[in-house]
């Protein structure tokens, strides 16, 4: 009971600091984090300062209110769900849980990259997939389940390698519609979604077509869905969590 508590203040407080993180980071690829506020110019403090705020910019220009309180809902609402749907009351289903809340507090920042800018940065990627995958592997050593970690690997390895051949066959026919970053995104959510079940991987690799299908639809009548760039990392991190999370 206290550790879901934990989690859904965990959450919100994550819900806040992703606003800063995303801002930072909503750049077109190749490019570095920003310096300053894209609205305002004002500047980011330098080091960690410039990182930790709960607010996207450190001037005048902050988020309304209602930004804000969205961001810190939805990481709490992500925080109870997880403790409802893991029941961490031993260690190896805590070690679970925390594994998943590094996963959905890294997608709570990268929705707002890729529906930005259309990327998904790779350290903010790697960064989870490691934290996911080291504290999978803690709850693995203390269940004395070697099968629970290597469910985690293969569930990265699978997830991961179908959209790796998704995306040489979709720069083959010259139609970027699968990207790297789409590919590295699979392996951070199949790690997670390996470590619940074979099932939960399933409906989380399928999840995401069929939640894309109303965008696409909105996009083919404007003319635009099949020239466009698409965010489809909202809807893989939407698809993993509603795998995983019911």
Do not use: N, Q
């Not at 996009?219 to 969590?241: K, W």
């Amino acid at each position: 009971m206290i550790f879901s508590v934990m989690l859904v203040a965990v959450g919100g407080l994550s819900g806040a600091l992703s606003l800063r993180v995303a801002a930072r980071w909503s750049v077109p690829a190749g490019t570095p984090v920003r310096a300053a506020c894209a609205a305002c110019g004002a500047s980011f403090a330098e080091g960690w300062r410039g990182w930790v705020a709960f607010t996207s910019c450190p001037g005048r220009c902050r988020p309304a209110a209602r930004d804000t309180a969205l961001a810190v809902a939805a990481g709490m609402a992500l925080g109870a769900l997880l403790g409802w749907r893991m029941r961490p009351e031993a260690a190896p289903e805590a070690l679970l849980a925390a594994a998943w809340f590094v996963l959905l507090a890294a997608g709570l920042i990268l929705v707002r990259i890729d529906l930005a800018v259309r990327r998904l940065p790779t350290p903010i990627v790697w960064t989870a997939t490691a934290g996911c995958l080291l504290l999978v592997a803690a709850a693995a050593t203390t269940a004395g389940s070697v099968r629970l970690l290597l469910a985690a690997i293969a569930g990265g390895a699978i997830y991961g390698g179908v959209y790796l051949l998704m995306a040489w066959a979709s720069a083959k026919a010259r139609r970027a519609r699968i990207g790297l970053g789409d590919v590295r995104l699979a392996v951070l959510l199949g790690t997670g979604l390996g470590a619940i079940s074979g099932t939960a991987l399933f409906l989380g690799a399928l999840l995401p077509y069929i939640l894309a299908v109303p965008a696409w639809v909105f996009l083919l009548r404007r003319g635009e869905g099949r020239h466009s760039l698409f965010a489809f990392g909202p809807f893989m991190f939407a698809g993993a969590a509603i795998a995983a999370l019911t």
